[in-house]
């Protein structure tokens, strides 16, 4: 079942501690299939290295295992509710990355300093209030945070990131702790200023209307 979204979850939850985003056996990659809406998610407390794609759990919306002999992620519900939240959303990741996180301590949003910023996220990375671990508390708080940005940081807790796919949520998760370790440096060496919302706009087009390769239609 879902073989080739159990490799890319797998492969995604590889690069968590390659990319150095988490250490031992936390944070979590999931991914949803829009067709049957089944969501395949990394196992509770499985050590990265010795899992294979076999080892991923396939629940449906309501978190009910339809597929593999492990318990899922601790964290499946509040990537469930994103998913039930945004249908455009199809992969979610969950890290507690070093200097994202540490924005996340101080319930501080990290702001478009950077044109890096302004590309892959079109302003701030929003922080959202402090939420517990009861029910949909976390979903709750972190649809209520969203923007156009990919991510969002969890107050006193982590950082959340999505995308189209599972791979596109990995890659917002490495250039959100990209970006925070920058704007962390530049904080302790003075007082850097925001992008204004025009540029923003300018940088964010280009990025998303022009950057990379397209594929030219067969002829």
């Known amino acids: 079942m879902l073989e080739q979204l159990k490799e890319e979850v ?4 590889l690069e968590l501690p390659k990319q150095r985003l988490v250490t031992m056996t936390s944070g979590n990659v999931s991914g949803r299939d829009p067709e ?3 969501v395949v998610i990394k ?3 499985m050590r990265f290295e010795e899992m294979r794609p076999t080892d991923m ?12 002999d492990l318990k899922p992620s601790v964290d499946l519900g509040n990537h469930l509710y994103i998913y039930r939240h945004r249908p455009d ?7 507690h990355s070093n200097y994202a996180t540490s924005f996340a301590a101080l319930g501080q949003p990290i702001r478009p300093y950077l044109t890096a910023i302004a590309d892959e996220f079109g302003g701030e990375i929003p922080c959202t209030d402090y939420a517990d671990n009861q029910g949909d508390n976390i979903g709750q708080a972190i649809v209520a945070a969203m923007t156009r940005a990919p991510a969002v940081l969890l107050k006193n807790h982590g950082v959340f990131t999505f995308g189209p796919s599972p791979t596109a949520a990995l890659k917002a998760a490495v250039m959100v702790e990209d970006v925070a370790k920058t704007v962390h440096l530049a904080l302790l060496r003075g007082n850097p200023k925001e992008l204004p919302p025009k540029e923003i706009e300018k940088w964010w ?3 998303h209307g022009r950057y990379g390769q397209r594929r030219r239609p067969s002829p």
């Open 10 to 13: 797998w492969r995604m939850n």
């Open 36 to 38: 049957t809406g089944y």
């Open 43 to 45: 196992p509770s407390g």
């Open 57 to 68: 759990v396939v629940t449906d919306s309501q978190g009910k295992v339809v597929e593999g």
């Open 89 to 95: 959303i199809n992969g979610v990741v969950h890290t």
């Open 205 to 207: 087009d280009r990025y």
